[in-house]
């Protein structure tokens, strides 16, 4: 058998060979995104606007959903090159979508073309949707992972949503032959799946390993208590919530190498992504189109924290214009100095949903998910709990710094002075959190949404 050197050697050799026969489509899409992605930004957003108006021409004619709504609201789909007409589009969310799926569906959807996209149902409204076939989206990822230094033909390691078959996981793995992709289910998440996942990274060494913030999180727990190592990776991505800077912290201090910041969806999966700066994810804009709004679904300035809307500039067998997903989020203005021209997004800072309702009729959710960042090493995680009293109940799990009980309780006074003591908040020290479908919640609210 030969090095492990020799091993990723021939790895890239047949991903070499593949990206120019049976995943040509692949290959050319990558190489076209690497050359977009240092382009002047004027050019880039010539691109995006061209993109954007195209998909629009072409659902308001091939889906029965936008050919109504255009109808209706008197839009011209020759004119969504001009961004006062692509800004009068209504916004779509989970429900409409939901209520509506079959009208989304466009003449190009064969089941060739497409196949079904589905959610976890984490927000309580799960939903199907279709991607399309036809686009080579993984190459998304793979330009992605190079600001890493990870390459698509290395190893790499999942935690997430799989459920693979017997037949599909057979398929992956010649599919990436000879190179590895080995994968845990978020949601069937114990010490004997972990302690086997461990084993396999032993043996594979992957050079990347990404999942859910919580899953990562409690494996790197399962890691740290048992006292277990693993061939140091070049990189730890996280992705399904909120990337907290306790929760960066920890899995540094765990993992010992970077952690950053994906953002990505079910229905258009990706979005943005962490480079090696770290001072803002690289919006795909390329790909898709991210917008933020304002309550009204007014576009907010740069700087200011809105409703994330996002397009998806590729997919013509459900096509997805101004999809709100249920994100909060914040444009950031100027270019990184990784030499990246793509826009910039700060950390997504939870769901849209994520509000805590006082009995004033005030509510909050801006900055919930940084209220430990002053002294990330206090808490390796947190989740905010609050009862159809309206009391809010912060449960912790500590961190091991020194004073990590004080930084807590005074972190929870601020919440207090914020909400001007209207309700009871407590703090609940706990060993674990739950988990749904494999998520971590960061924010739980029994109070009716008015």
Known sequence: MGTYADLMGLAEAAFVVKSRTVRRASGRYLEELI???????????????ARAAAVARFAAVQTPYYRRLFDD?????????????????????????????????????????AREAKTGG???????????????NLALAWRMYRWWGVQPWENIARIGRWGFGVTDAVKNAVSWWPSTQIYMDARLFDA?????????????????IEGYVGA???????????????????AIATTAAPLTGNVRARLEGVYQTPVYDEYRGSEINWL???????????????ARRIEVVDELGEAVPAGTVGDIVVTDLTNRVFPLIRYRPGD??????????????????????GRTTDVLRLPSGNAINHGLMAMFSSHPESVRLFQILQKADHSITIRVILGDERDARRHVENAAQQLRQRIRNEVPVSVLYVDELPYTGGKTKYLISEVPSS
């Open 272 to 286: 943005a992504g962490e480079c090696a700066r770290r001072h803002g994810l690289h919006m795909f804009s390329d």
């Open 192 to 208: 004997k799946a972990m302690h086997a996942f461990h084993g396999r990274i032993v043996r594979t060494r992957p050079v990347l």
């Open 73 to 113: 609201h008197g839009l011209d789909a020759s004119q969504m090159h001009r961004l006062e007409q692509w800004q009068r589009i209504p916004l779509l969310d989970r429900t409409i979508v939901k209520e509506h799926a079959e009208e989304f569906v466009s003449t190009e959807s064969t089941p060739k073309t």
């Open 328 to 349: 909060r989020g914040m444009l950031l203005d100027g270019e990184c100095t990784c030499g990246v021209t793509l826009p910039m997004i700060a950390q997504p800072e």
């Open 216 to 234: 990562m999180l409690a494996f790197a727990e399962y890691l740290d208590a048992e006292n277990l190592r693993i061939p140091m990776p070049r």
């Open 122 to 136: 984490s927000t309580g409204q799960p939903l199907r949707t279709q991607q399309d076939n036809r686009v080579p």
């Open 35 to 49: 050359g977009n992605e240092r382009l002047p930004r004027a050019q880039l957003e010539q691109m995006q606007n």
